[in-house]
Nanobody, 122 residues
Framework: QVQLVESGGGLVQPGGSLRLSCAASGIFFSIYGMGWYRQAPGKQRELVAHISSGGTTNYADSVKGRFTISRDNAKKTVYLQMNSLKPEDTAVYYC????????????????WGQGTQVTVSS
């Protein structure tokens, strides 16, 4: 059974940085594409960054050039480095993925972690 644990969120001023981590267990991590999603109050969850099993990365236009997704297969962890944060980045951030998952056909494991809250405010 897959378990995803997100961490690293917090309160940051506009222009600041945060690094999110998502530790996975219960899966053979390296074969799965992984994505970072976010959900702001009153809005649908959206995919903001994705990394394939082969390391191909894709980003939503709203975060391109500011966010960087990476993975460490040995640690079964996917990261999201967020720079130049804006108030509109405020949301709960989640990770998820699946076998064959790509930016264009993003998949999830059928369950979600608790997420990590990111608040960008002065």
């Amino acid at each position: 059974q897959v378990q995803l644990v997100e961490s690293g969120g917090g309160l940051v001023q506009p222009g600041g940085s945060l690094r999110l981590s998502c530790a996975a267990s219960g899966i053979f991590f390296s074969i799965y594409g992984m994505g970072w999603y976010r959900q702001a109050p009153g809005k649908q969850r959206e995919l903001v960054a994705h990394i394939s099993s082969g390391g191909t990365t894709n980003y939503a236009d709203s975060v391109k050039g500011r966010f960087t997704i990476s993975r460490d297969n040995a640690k079964k962890t996917v990261y999201l480095q967020m720079n130049s944060l804006k108030p509109e980045d405020t949301a709960v951030y989640y990770c998820n993925g699946g076998y064959g998952s790509t930016w264009y056909t993003a998949k999830d494991f059928g369950s979600w972690g608790q997420g990590t809250q990111v608040t960008v405010s002065s």
